[in-house]
Each structure stands twice: as structure tokens, then as C-alpha cells.
């Protein structure tokens, strides 16, 4: 039960990390790894309960897969260390670096802007 509760604080923290990500791409990014963590632990978790046939997928940060051990371990770091800092402070350091703007980065496709109208009123 612990384990499955880690599981499932594990992906918590990524759908919050995904909702909170700067831009769409991060946020896609996030969504794409807790959804690829948390399939593959349950995944594991219906083979040993025998629900499913035997597939011979790894449970993430347990089992002894050293490949999937170290790509999982990569993939969070990055869900964690790149798009879980404070944004706002990154933006505001490079708006110093760079001598002025709007106070962030612009990136196509950010959630931040906004869905203009078109000649015909609609968008």
C-alpha cells in the first residue's frame, strides 16, 4: 500500500507541475511523463494482482531494470528540476539580462496569450 501511495502522490505532483508549466510545451511535457510513470506502475501493479497477462514492464524506481531505471530516473529530474522552478524569477532575470520587454519570454504557442478575433467576429 505504501508503494502504491507513492505512486499516486508521484502522480500528483506531476499533473500539478503540468498545470502550473509556463508554456504549452512544458505542460505537455509533464503530462507526457507522470502519464508514462503511472501507466507503467500500473501497468506492473495489475500483472503481479494477475489481471492482466505477464508483459515483462519494470515497476518505475523499484525494479531492478537498469536501462528503465536510469531513463526513469532522467525523466523526472527533468519533469522536476526544469519545469517545476519558480518561472516567474527565471522571467524576471532574464528581463534584467536582456534590457527590458514585458517581464517574460515569449514562446509560440504560450498559455498566456490570448485568442484574437478575426475579420468575421469570431475566433
Known amino acids: 500500500m505504501v508503494v502504491i501511495a507513492l505512486f499516486v502522490a508521484l502522480a500528483w505532483a506531476g499533473i500539478r507541475t503540468a498545470l ?3 508554456d504549452t ?4 511535457l509533464a503530462a507526457g511523463i507522470t502519464a508514462w510513470i503511472s501507466f507503467q506502475a500500473i501497468i506492473n501493479i495489475c500483472v503481479v494482482l494477475m489481471l492482466v497477462p505477464v508483459t515483462g514492464i519494470t515497476l518505475p524506481f523499484v525494479s531492478q531494470g537498469g536501462s528503465s531505471l536510469i531513463v526513469s530516473f532522467a525523466a523526472v529530474g527533468i519533469c522536476c528540476l526544469s519545469l517545476a522552478k519558480p518561472w516567474s524569477e527565471v522571467g524576471s532575470m532574464r528581463l534584467l539580462i536582456a534590457g527590458g520587454g514585458t517581464g517574460g519570454t515569449y514562446l509560440p504557442g504560450s498559455r498566456s496569450s490570448s485568442i484574437v478575433a478575426g475579420p468575421t467576429g469570431r475566433a
Not at 510545451?25 to 505537455?28: A, E, V
Open 20 to 22: 502550473r508549466a509556463p
Open 25 to 28: 510545451f512544458g505542460g505537455l
